[in-house]
Structures are given as C-alpha cells and as structure tokens.
C-alpha cells in the first residue's frame, strides 16, 4: 500500500507541475499537498495513521494538485458539468472545500482518539467541526493574503468567478464535508482504530473510543 500510495502521489503531483494554466497558482495550490507529504514522512515511525487516513489524505492532496495544474476555475470535467446540471460557473472549488473539511475532520478525529483528548463522543465531534471551521477560515485567509501580495494570480487563486459570496459559501462546505465524514465515516474508522490498538507502533488509547 505505501508504494502505490507514493508512486500516485509522485505521479500526479509531477503531472501537475507540467505546463500548468499558471505556475504561481500552481505552487499556491500544491504547497498543502506538499507540506502534508513532510508531516506523513516524518510522523510516519511516530504516529502511523490508519489505512483509511491515509488513503482519504491521498485523495485530498490529488484534488489539490489537480486544481492547482487547471485553476480552480478552469477545471475541465467541472466545465463540461455546467450545461449538464444547470451551473453557471466551475464548482471544482467547491469540491475542493467539501474535501477541506472531510479530510481534516478525520485526521482531527483520529489524533482526538488515539490520544485521549476528548473521551464524550459529542463533545469530541464538536471540537472537530469547530477545527475544520477554523482551518477552513485561515486558508480563506491565506488566500485573501496571497492575492492582496500578487495581483496576477489573485483571480486564478481565489477562484471567486464573479461570485461575492463565494468566501461564504467555501466555508459552508467544508462545514458540510466534516459533518458527512462524522456521520458517514465514523464506524469504519472506529473498525480500523481497532485494528491498530494492538500494533506496536499504533499509540492508542482503547478506552478512548466510544
């Protein structure tokens, strides 16, 4: 698993970086991807994620690295959706933040877990929700910062085509996207929480799951 994981990741994000639609949006786009490939390797002794993170942390970083190669924008599956479901603009961007919050929202619930730190399962959920909104808040930040900086990507790296709600609605999702990870994932992540409890190599806290 850790070599198809690596090899698709090397391959996407090696793909992306070729000719993409623009090469400072690019690097603003893939840098998550890449500072969260640093994190894994070097936790990877340390703290080992469950398979399940692993692969949903993989598909997170292919969304970024796609959008960073076409723009958010300019994604072209997401514009050939648009006469199909009626949209007036490319939602690629929305995907990409319902992702930003079903990806954090189960790395966050993991550590919680695995370390003991919330032992209510409510409270544990709304401590996660509350995360993914703040993350979601600073990188809606960043981008803010990041286009203020260059005013030649700042359309491309926002991605707001036109729509003044667009920060708003971004957030929205990623609200939406932890919630559904809550509810859809929760079982099959306690599964594999499980099935780590008794690795050596799988800091864990059994009673922590409930």
Avoid at 14 to 31: F, Q
Wanted: glycine residues 6%.
């Amino acid at each position: 698993m850790k070599a198809a994981w690596l090899i698709t990741f090397f391959a996407v994000l090696i793909w992306s970086g070729i000719a993409p639609k623009d090469y400072l949006t690019w690097v603003l786009e893939v840098a998550p991807a890449v500072i969260g490939f640093v994190i894994l390797a070097t936790t990877y002794h340390s703290f080992r994620l469950t398979g399940l993170l692993y692969v949903l942390i993989l598909s997170h970083c292919v969304v970024l690295m796609v959008g960073g190669h076409y723009t958010y924008a300019e994604v072209p599956l997401f514009d050939y959706l648009k006469p199909v479901f009626g949209f007036e603009r490319n939602n690629y961007d929305k995907l990409g933040h319902l992702v930003q919050g079903f990806v954090p929202a189960m790395i966050s619930r993991e550590i919680l877990i695995r370390n003991n730190i919330v032992s209510s399962a409510a409270w544990r959920n709304f401590f996660i929700i509350c995360v993914c909104l703040s993350l979601s808040a600073l990188y809606e930040l960043i981008e803010w910062s990041a286009a203020m900086v260059s005013e030649q990507a700042a359309e491309a790296f926002l991605g707001t085509q036109g729509d003044i709600w667009d920060t708003q609605s971004d957030m929205a999702f990623a609200l939406i996207g932890a919630m559904l990870a809550l509810v859809v994932m929760g079982r099959i992540h306690d599964r594999q929480l499980d099935q780590i409890s008794n690795q050596p190599w799988g800091r864990f806290r059994r009673d922590s799951i409930s």
